[in-house]
């Protein structure tokens, strides 16, 4: 990893329920280098959303951030945001962090034209006047191939790519340093996921921000991603280069996620999936979270808690039974080769 843009150190977030508090997301510690992109997946309900509302303090009620940093280098070194007040966090969303939400879709305002919905964020945070912000939203258009004689349309007009890429345009409005795209393509087709994933990628390399990318697609993250970090009810569990991440887990989480879907290229194997169901997270066991559906569970599992850590050269995992630095496909192949 390069330099990082943004450090993240025990994050903990909880929710206030009717039956007590729920945390979320317990201790979650990554960063992002510049220009990295870091893709971070897990099954619904781990927390993946939570985690990217809390970075941009976008997190409504009941949910609230019970701890931890959040330290982001905007040019004059690492500040932690987390103590920012709500007006340095107004001024420093969008332009320094931004974000493509899940429901991106619907994330446009269905009776406003395009331009107005470009030159408020513009105007807002620059000091640029109407005209100079029609001319940049005009730029964003075609940065992102729309014509800008569209720009005066309604969000109605444009087919569900096109207000994706809308939506993602808002998001580069201000050359933000970081982007979180939670889901940016769902709901769309296989092809015009690709293209606007590959267009992502193409101004990524060329302004060099870095992206936090969240997706159930799993390949489309190996394959868009520098690294990846998995969750597991709320918690970090494995983190790892995107080339390592399932071709080499440490975890046996990751290793059941990469076993629930084919290989395009390698032989063919029954997919095994993961049994059982994700936890409650009212009801959390002693020891680590995963033991109920492991089935490497052993004493230790039971007993004590896990704990994020360098598992072999950077590659992270928090099972206790990841030591002496063999992934489970190498242990796997060794037993079938007895
Ligand atoms: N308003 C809320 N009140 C109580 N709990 C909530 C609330 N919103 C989310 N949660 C809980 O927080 C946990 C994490 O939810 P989150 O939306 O972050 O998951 P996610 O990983 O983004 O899931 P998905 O992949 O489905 O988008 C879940 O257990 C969810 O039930
Ligand atoms: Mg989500």
Redesign the pocket.
């Known amino acids: 990893m390069t330099i990082p843009q943004i450090s993240i150190r025990n994050l903990c977030v909880d929710?206030i329920?009717a039956d007590g508090d729920?945390r979320?997301v317990n201790n979650v510690s990554f960063d992002i280098g510049k220009g990295e992109v870091f893709g971070l997946a897990?099954?619904?309900?781990?927390?993946?959303?939570?985690?990217a509302f809390s970075l941009m303090r976008l997190h409504k009620p009941?949910?609230y951030i019970s701890g931890g940093e959040v330290l982001f280098d905007d040019g004059n070194g690492a500040k932690d945001i987390m103590k920012y007040s709500d007006g340095e966090m107004g001024i420093f969303r969008w332009s320094e962090m931004s974000m493509v939400f899940?429901s991106a879709m619907n994330a446009l305002n269905p009776v406003i034209p395009i331009v107005d919905q470009f030159t408020d964020v513009i105007m807002r945070h620059t000091d640029k006047n109407k005209y100079e912000a029609v001319k940049r939203a005009e730029q964003l258009l075609q940065i992102v191939d729309i014509h800008p004689n569209r720009l005066s349309d309604y969000p109605h007009q444009f087919s569900g790519g096109m207000r994706q890429r809308l939506v993602i345009a808002i998001a580069l409005a201000l050359n933000p340093k970081l982007i979180i795209m939670?889901?940016p393509t769902t709901a769309l087709d296989v092809v015009v996921q690709r293209e606007i994933l590959q267009k992502i990628y193409a101004l990524k390399e060329e302004f060099g921000f870095s992206i936090l990318f969240?997706t159930?697609d799993l390949s489309l993250m190996v394959e868009f991603s520098d690294r990846i970090g998995i969750?597991y009810s709320?918690e970090l569990i494995e983190v790892a280069a995107a080339k390592d991440i399932l071709e080499r887990p440490y975890h046996p989480y990751t290793h059941g996620l990469g076993s629930s879907f084919p290989s395009l290229t390698g032989p063919k194997a029954e997919l095994k999936g993961i049994p059982g169901n994700p936890l409650n997270?009212l009801e959390l066991p002693q020891g680590c979270r995963f033991q109920a559906r492991c089935e490497r569970v052993t004493d230790i599992c039971r007993r004590k808690a896990t704990q994020l850590r360098d598992v072999q050269d950077g590659h992270l995992s928090n099972c206790h039974l990841a030591v002496g630095g063999q992934s489970i496909a190498v242990v796997e192949t060794e037993a079938a080769a007895v």
Not at 42 to 51: A, I
């Open positions: 929710y329920t729920v979320a897990g099954e619904s309900g781990c927390g993946k959303s939570t985690v009941p949910a899940q939670d889901e969240i159930h969750m709320g997270l």
